[in-house]
């Protein structure tokens, strides 16, 4: 099993800036593709960002390239998703999640291919 938790959620401005984190606990923390989606009101759920298992590949969606980064620290257990430029479309709950498997982008994307989620952190983005 492994646990992970999200944090640095909040309220932002247009334009602006946050960092949210995602802590994991249990089994071993670089054994695991990670991989950050969002779920914004009334839309399901979609990919983000993913990260290597030693950071060293890294894949985000078109729609945040640019402005998005993800990273990780596999001494601290934790994984990142740098957001700046932030826009009102931003705004959604964002999940950190683990695979254990391949960092490919035609599975990576899936939710389906995630093996373990964490209980979301609300971003909102104001205009």
């Known amino acids: 099993q492994v646990q992970l938790v999200e944090s640095g959620g909040g309220l932002a401005q247009a334009g602006g800036s946050l960092r949210l984190s995602c802590a994991a606990s249990g089994r071993t923390f670089s054994n695991y593709v990670m991989g950050w989606f969002r779920q914004a009101p009334g839309k399901e759920r979609e990919f983000v960002a993913a990260i290597s298992w030693n950071g060293g590949r890294t894949y985000v969606t078109d729609s945040v390239k640019g402005r998005f980064t993800i990273s990780r620290d596999n001494f601290r257990n934790t994984v990142y998703l740098g957001m700046n430029s932030l826009k009102p479309e931003d705004t959604a709950v964002y999940y950190c999640?683990?695979?254990?498997?391949?960092?490919?982008?035609?599975?990576?994307?899936?939710?389906?291919?995630?093996?373990?989620w964490g209980q979301g952190t609300q971003v909102t983005v104001s205009s």
């Open positions: 999640a683990a695979r254990n498997g391949l960092f490919e982008r035609a599975t990576m994307t899936l939710e389906s291919e995630y093996d373990y």
